[in-house]
């Protein structure tokens, strides 16, 4: 994959955090290279392993034909989309459905009209759903003017703020046009707003946003806007200026900035909440020093609480000068909660509401508030929840290329338990892949181990989308291991087993044997052969667990 190896650390994604700064386009083929998804989903990687003639030859062209793509859109003054297919699918019907996906799945709304919101700007398969929640408090009001305020990641050495001051910003769902009366009366106003398109170029702070402005308000002009200024107080200038500047239109004020970077997922629970509260307060020099004091803390692996400092500072004040007076946090979460996301280095996405009422007061929808409950039996209810999320999670990647953010409403669902996702089609195993430890929520890890049997189980090949309608999924929620003194102590039909021996594991659940018609003796010889090991090796030297699990699956469906 060598043309995934020139995109340049600037791409800050901060959606797939590691010890470096890895893009989502870095981030998403690496995890669907591991999960071997290369199918058309959801990027056309398929194609070009299907047809490799084919596949050069469209390269071809599209490398050629790139400078000249560009050049005709510059001729029209428009910026065209820089990272589709990266941060958010390509294919414009993918993307639409994906936004509309989130839409539906969003908080509702916890206050009156907005003047201001803060929305995060990483790839979608992290914080989609948050950017959702932010646009939904908007959702349904007439605005003439929605004005984008992005941050500075791609042009070092740019202080000030940069305007695109005509034409338009192009996604896959068309072309997003820019006020050029309002971009021009900007740029008379203020000596530090300048007309300079390059900041914009390859810029992802703002095109992600896009797609949820042109779903929401269709016909809506722009402002796009990237806001680099020397400090709080020159950011607090600023906004001031531009609600003066808005005082006569019906503008919303949209502030791209993600929360924290690369701290351990608990660091950021503990940290994100604090510069979310400090954000809603509308008060600029409360969140300064909540932000300074959290980046002096000396947190292992923190970089930033907010990489958009600038553009909310700026939308703070400029909701204040247009008459906000409070805030509101609608929702959190970060990479960590995410289905392909890990725990280890997190990013934190956070909406924020600004409105002239007053905000409904709660607590804000993130996971993270949920009372630790003890894993105790699943009620049937909560067993179909959590096969309504598995095979929702499946028919969303397929659909958009996304996956939803686990966030059910039952705190049960929340406590921490290993399981197992069985794929069947036609009564026959499709797939099967679990994780032991019980370190993730139930929600979390049923969603995760439904993707990995979908798309990581090597004995098959990746799902297909056709095959959905014809698939049963079974889930098996598991209780912790437990070291037995050896075979005679596994019950067949009750216990689960996990074996181990010269480096080498395998796992049968409780169900394998007697779907199976094994016998003990039977179901650890084929357990040491599904372990690479000879059949005869668990008699000596091997080292048994087991565990019990609550199984429960769909109905098979109907010919």
């Known amino acids: 994959m060598p043309l995934l190896r020139k995109i340049h650390r600037r791409d800050l994604g901060m959606s797939f955090p590691g010890p470096k700064k890895f893009s989502t386009a870095q981030a998403v083929f690496s995890r669907l290279r591991r999960m071997r998804a290369f199918k058309g989903r959801p990027f056309a990687l398929g194609f070009f392993r299907r047809f490799p003639v ?29 990272v589709a297919g990266k941060f958010y699918p390509a294919d414009p019907v993918q993307l639409k459905k994906a936004v509309r996906q989130f839409l539906s ?30 646009f939904v408090q908007a ?3 007439p605005y003439d003017l929605i004005v984008l305020l992005g941050v500075n990641h791609t042009t070092p050495g740019f202080k000030g703020v940069s305007v695109f001051p005509k034409g338009g910003f192009q996604t896959p769902l068309g072309v997003a046009e820019i006020d050029a009366a309002v971009a021009k009366e900007l740029l008379g106003r203020f000596p530090e707003a300048r007309a300079d398109a390059s900041v914009h170029r390859k810029e992802h702070s703002i095109e992600v946003l896009l797609p949820f402005v042109q779903v929401l308000f269709p016909k809506t002009p722009i402002l796009p806007l990237i806001v680099s200024l020397k400090d709080a107080k020159a950011c607090a200038r600023f906004g001031k200026g531009l609600g003066q500047l808005l005082s006569r239109r019906k503008a919303l004020i949209v502030a791209s900035s993600d929360l924290s970077h690369y701290p351990g997922y608990a660091d950021a629970c503990r940290l994100d909440p604090k510069t979310l509260q400090a954000m809603a307060s509308l008060d600029i020099q409360r969140f300064q020093q909540v932000v300074r004091a959290q980046e002096a803390s000396g947190v292992l692996g923190l970089s930033t609480c907010a990489c958009g400092f600038h553009p909310v500072a700026a939308a703070m004040a400029a909701a204040r000068s247009l008459g906000a007076c409070s805030g509101a946090v609608v929702s959190y979460a970060n990479s960590g909660d995410a289905l392909v996301g890990n725990r280890r280095q997190v990013v934190g996405y956070g909406a924020v509401l600004f409105t002239r009422q007053p905000a409904r007061a709660g607590r804000p929808f993130c996971p993270q508030t949920v009372a630790p409950v003890e894993a105790g039996p699943l009620s049937r209810t909560q067993e179909e929840v959590l096969l309504a999320f598995a095979r ?5 990647y397929f659909e958009t290329g996304t996956v939803p953010l686990p966030r059910p409403a039952d ?9 197992f996702v069985t794929l069947k089609r036609h009564g026959r195993l499709r797939g099967c892949i679990g994780r032991m430890t019980n370190d993730l929520p139930r929600c ?14 090597r004995r098959f090949p990746p799902l297909e989308a056709g095959e959905l309608n014809t698939l ?14 050896g075979p005679e102590a596994i019950v067949v039909g009750r216990d689960g087993v996990m074996l181990e021996k010269s480096g080498r594991s395998a796992v049968f659940l409780p169900q394998v044997a007697p779907e199976q018609g094994w016998n003990r003796e039977q179901m650890l010889s084929h357990l040491c052969r599904k372990a690479g090991l000879p059949e005869s090796a668990w008699k000596q030297g091997a080292t048994f667990y087991t565990f019990q699990a609550q199984v429960f699956g769909e109905s098979p469906p109907q010919p």
């Not at 929702?392 to 969303?396: A, D, G, I, R």
């Not at 705190?411 to 399981?419: F, I, N, T, W």
């Not at 999924?473 to 003194?485: A, D, F, H, W």
């Open 54 to 82: 084919a596949g050069v030859a469209a390269s071809f062209c599209l490398f050629f034909s790139g400078p000249v793509l560009t050049a005709a859109a510059g001729q029209r003054d428009l910026r065209p989309a820089a």
């Open 105 to 134: 799945d969003a908080v509702p709304p916890v206050g009156k009209r907005p003047v201001a919101l803060v929305s995060p700007h990483a790839g979608y398969l992290f914080s989609g759903q948050i950017a959702a929640d932010a």
């Open 139 to 141: 959702r349904g009001y």
């Open 392 to 396: 929702k999670t499946l028919v969303q």
């Open 411 to 419: 705190p049960m669902l929340y406590a921490r338990q290993g399981a």
């Open 444 to 457: 979390q890890v049923v969603g995760r181990t439904a993707l990995q049997a979908a798309f990581n189980d």
């Open 472 to 485: 049963e999924i079974e889930i098996s929620m598991l209780s912790p291991l437990r070291r037995v003194p």
